[in-house]
């Protein structure tokens, strides 16, 4: 029977009337969100804007997550601000907004192509809760002076908002009016259940329209940048910032994927098709190459627009085309009203938004302070980190943090648990491991951890003490341990195996996966372990344990038949002399 082919592209399927309103909805919230997260990034805000066309419609057109809306987001604004000024370059030069763009998204293809999704798995919750948090931090210091015309000094974010607050004597009255205003609207309609998907939307266009018909005079989008009534040019990358952006752009790549691979498991598939992160790092890519070429900053899946759109009603991927389409349309014929927008409405609701980045971690954080002090303090560091340095240094040092805890929690699970059957011969049982082995009885002991090298200590300590051992067998059980990637873990088990036979016992591996078989015969250690020392795995887990136990019990009856003679005067076991400590085995 020929298997079937996965399909290359997904399936577009039909769009439902739910999709055209959702990707209304999801559109007009485009405008200001993107705006704001290109001002708190220091960018043009048509380029935030701009994020949510080619890019929105690319990625909905390409991810295995359907729902998904690729897009741009503050953690992705703050992340590619850091890359450009790091690389001491223009954030307002869009050739070198295009250059990272395309940059970010050759990196998300690759990772994609690839299938390096699996790397997003080790990024621990207690980083990820830190770097958020820090994000979430950034998000309101960097509305501040939007939102009250007063700008904190200190660069450390933790000063700047001490700052802002030690200095309420010199915020503006009026912008801080509108921003209070603008948080009241926003609070009143969501209380409004039809209302609370739009409230954002709702609040900045009736607090707009009131600062324009009372003529109050704050600081207004075009204060910042023109907004064409046109759709987005064609962009050319600066080919001379390739080498000064690079590293960046693995940086704001890696932020938008690991932004990007929470929305799978929160937003299933209405059509009951299964995610691909890896499929998603490709919508991704392709998003962010298409959008750099016309404008848009670099983007990714953002869990907030797609809220936006599930709370609106869509249904398939269309939702996304269809944002970015009705967005291009509202550009086109409403760009120049766009520019009348008040800075601290969208300061406020950049605010508001940040404030609910923080308290949907507060669960998070209690957890992660709960689980261990390792983790937490993971957590903090990642936290200051992400508040105090560039986001491409903070994102390194988590990624090293993650490494870090998974190698930890890793070798602290590690154990070796005795097996014995019951006095009916029925059921295994599990035990503690003895402090030393018995003579002349068959010794069953189980591996549990993931091959790594700091587990051996943990392990040789647990082992027991061969010492007076005469005829007994030790039955190691291995079957998951599918291989050994260091010749430590070789030497070390040769190094028992030879102490045992120097005391007139035998060790026995039983549950052996093919890859580690191959590496004991090439290390000679199966030929040192003697015929049926390495019992292979079979599909029922105790058949190897039975038969290993089987072939301890016949050696131990062919030692005690044979003549007696002390340890000391036996010959060397069979086979090659191991390694010495300083060479390969």
């Known amino acids: 029977m020929t298997r079937r082919k996965p399909p290359t592209l997904p399936r577009?399927?039909?769009?439902?009337?739910?999709?055209?309103?959702?990707?209304?909805?999801?559109?007009?919230?485009?405008?200001?969100?993107?705006?704001?997260?290109?001002v708190i990034g220091g960018f043009n805000p048509v380029a935030g804007i701009y994020a949510g066309v080619v890019p929105t419609v690319l990625g909905s057109l390409f991810a295995r997550t359907v729902l998904m809306v690729t897009t741009l987001t503050s953690a992705l604004a703050l992340t590619s601000q850091s890359a450009i000024k790091e690389a001491g370059l223009d954030?307002?030069?869009?050739?070198?907004?295009?250059?990272?763009?395309?940059?970010?998204?050759?990196?998300?293809?690759?990772?994609?192509v690839l299938r390096l999704g699996v790397v997003m798995s080790f990024v621990s919750n207690a980083v990820m809760t830190g770097f958020s948090t820090g994000i979430a931090l950034q998000i309101i210091t960097g509305s501040l002076k939007d939102?009250?015309?007063?700008?904190?000094?200190?660069?450390?974010?933790?000063?700047?908002?001490?700052?802002w607050v030690w200095h309420i004597g010199d915020w503006q009255l009026a912008a801080t009016l509108t921003a209070l205003v603008t948080v009241a609207a926003w609070a009143l309609l969501r209380l409004v259940k039809r209302l609370e998907a739009v409230a954002t939307l709702i609040a900045l266009l009736a607090v707009s329209v009131g600062v324009a018909v009372l003529g109050t005079h704050v600081d207004l989008a075009r204060d910042i940048g023109h907004i064409p009534a046109a759709l987005p040019s064609f962009t050319a990358p600066d080919l001379s910032a390739v080498g000064a952006?690079?590293?960046?752009?693995?940086?704001?790549?890696?932020?938008?994927?690991?932004?990007?691979?929470?929305?799978?498991?929160?937003?299933?598939?209405?059509?009951g098709s299964k995610s691909s992160v890896n499929g998603d790092f490709v919508a991704q890519g392709l998003g962010n190459v298409g959008g750099g070429l016309f404008g848009a900053l670099p983007t990714g899946g953002s869990m907030s627009r797609t809220g936006v759109a599930v709370g609106a009603g869509a249904r398939t991927r269309w939702t996304g085309i269809f944002a970015g389409l009705w967005l291009a349309l509202l550009v086109l014929t409403l760009g120049s009203l766009a520019e009348r927008i008040p800075m601290p409405v969208i300061g406020a609701l950049i605010i508001v938004i940040g404030c609910e980045l923080i308290v949907g971690r507060l669960p998070d954080i209690r957890l992660v302070l709960r689980t261990s002090p390792l983790s937490?303090?993971?957590?903090?560091?990642?936290?200051?980190?992400?508040?105090?340095?560039?986001?491409?240094?903070?994102?390194?040092?988590?990624?090293?943090?993650?490494?870090?805890?998974?190698?930890?929690?890793?070798?602290?699970?590690?154990?070796?648990?005795?097996?014995?059957?019951?006095?009916?011969?029925?059921?295994?049982?599990?035990?503690?491991?003895?402090?030393?082995?018995?003579?002349?009885?068959?010794?069953?002991?189980?591996?549990?951890?993931?091959?790594?090298?700091?587990?051996?200590?943990?392990?040789?300590?647990?082992?027991p003490d061969v010492h007076g051992a005469r005829g007994a067998v030790l039955v190691l059980v291995v079957r998951t341990l599918p291989d050994v990637p260091s010749s430590a873990v070789v030497k070390f088990l040769d190094r028992y195996a030879r102490s045992l036979s120097d005391e007139g016992g035998r060790l026995v591996l039983a549950g052996v996966q093919p890859p580690l078989a191959r590496l004991l015969e090439v290390s000679g250690l199966a030929e040192r372990l003697?015929?049926?020392?390495?019992?292979?795995?079979?599909?029922?887990?105790?058949?190897?344990?039975?038969?290993?136990?089987?072939?301890?019990?016949?050696?131990?009856?062919?030692?005690?038949?044979?003549?007696?003679?002390?340890?000391?005067?036996?010959?060397?076991?069979?086979?090659?002399?191991?390694?010495?400590?300083?060479?390969?085995?």
Not at 554 to 559: L, M, R, V
């Open 530 to 585: 003697g015929e049926g020392g390495v019992v292979p795995a079979q599909p029922e887990i105790f058949a190897p344990v039975e038969r290993a136990v089987a072939e301890g019990r016949a050696w131990i009856t062919a030692q005690e038949k044979a003549p007696d003679e002390s340890p000391g005067d036996r010959s060397e076991p069979a086979g090659p002399r191991p390694p010495a400590d300083d060479q390969p085995p």
């Open 91 to 112: 954030a307002k030069d869009v050739g070198n907004v295009a250059t990272l763009a395309v940059l970010a998204g050759a990196v998300m293809l690759l990772m994609g």
């Open 376 to 463: 937490a303090a993971a957590m903090i560091v990642t936290f200051f980190a992400t508040t105090q340095l560039p986001l491409q240094q903070a994102i390194v040092i988590g990624a090293v943090l993650s490494l870090l805890l998974f190698c930890v929690q890793a070798a602290r699970q590690t154990r070796l648990v005795s097996l014995h059957r019951d006095t009916d011969g029925g059921h295994w049982r599990t035990g503690d491991p003895p402090r030393r082995l018995p003579p002349g009885e068959v010794t069953v002991l189980d591996y549990a951890g993931t091959s790594l090298f700091a587990e051996l200590p943990r392990v040789e300590a647990a082992l």
């Open 147 to 163: 939102a009250t015309g007063y700008k904190p000094g200190p660069h450390n974010k933790l000063a700047q908002l001490a700052d």
């Open 245 to 271: 952006l690079l590293p960046g752009a693995f940086a704001v790549a890696l932020v938008g994927l690991a932004q990007a691979a929470s929305i799978g498991p929160t937003v299933p598939n209405p059509d």
């Open 12 to 38: 577009l399927g039909k769009p439902r009337p739910s999709d055209v309103s959702a990707g209304l909805v999801t559109g007009l919230f485009s405008i200001p969100e993107g705006m704001a997260y290109a």
